[in-house]
């Protein structure tokens, strides 16, 4: 591939990574609101209906992966992705925990 294609080709998979987990991170905390549950929530993001999904209910399976970036460091600033080492999100979707605390943490996980 001609490599001016390739680093437009990786920023507009670094940008997608970036808008789902905003999505995710703003679905959840919405999700979270409107069933004012108490304790410790976790959701999956699922990118394909735009809406986060309560990961402990019953019966509820992980959303297909949807994850473009397949070297993604803390550099890209996409949420969820900490470390300088290279992360492959392409088998990943986002998951958002809101503690007891109301903090927010997004990250990458398997979808499998």
Same mark, same amino acid.
């Given at each position: 591939?001609?490599?001016?294609?390739? +680093?437009? *080709?990786?920023?507009?998979?670094?940008?997608? &990574?970036?808008?789902?987990?905003?999505?995710? =991170?703003?679905?959840?905390?919405?999700?979270? *609101? &409107?069933?004012? $549950?108490?304790?410790? *929530?976790?959701?999956?993001?699922?990118?394909? =209906? +735009?809406?986060?999904? &309560?990961?402990?209910?019953? +019966?509820? =399976?992980?959303?297909?992966?949807?994850?473009?970036? $397949?070297?993604?460091?803390?550099? @890209?600033?996409?949420?969820?992705?900490?470390?300088?080492?290279?992360?492959? *999100?392409? &088998?990943?979707?986002?998951?958002?925990?809101?503690?007891? @605390?109301?903090?927010?943490?997004?990250?990458?996980?398997?979808?499998?």
């Amino acid at each position: 591939m001609i490599p001016i294609f390739t +680093g437009q *080709l990786r920023k507009v998979k670094v940008e997608t &990574d970036q808008a789902n987990a905003r999505a995710g =991170k703003a679905a959840a905390v919405t999700a979270a *609101l &409107d069933t004012q $549950s108490e304790g410790e *929530l976790t959701y999956y993001y699922d990118a394909s =209906k +735009g809406v986060a999904v &309560d990961a402990k209910a019953n +019966g509820v =399976k992980k959303p297909s992966a949807y994850g473009k970036t $397949s070297d993604a460091t803390a550099a @890209d600033k996409i949420e969820g992705v900490t470390e300088d080492t290279k992360q492959d *999100l392409t &088998d990943k979707i986002v998951q958002i925990k809101i503690g007891t @605390d109301s903090a927010v943490t997004v990250s990458w996980v398997s979808a499998k």
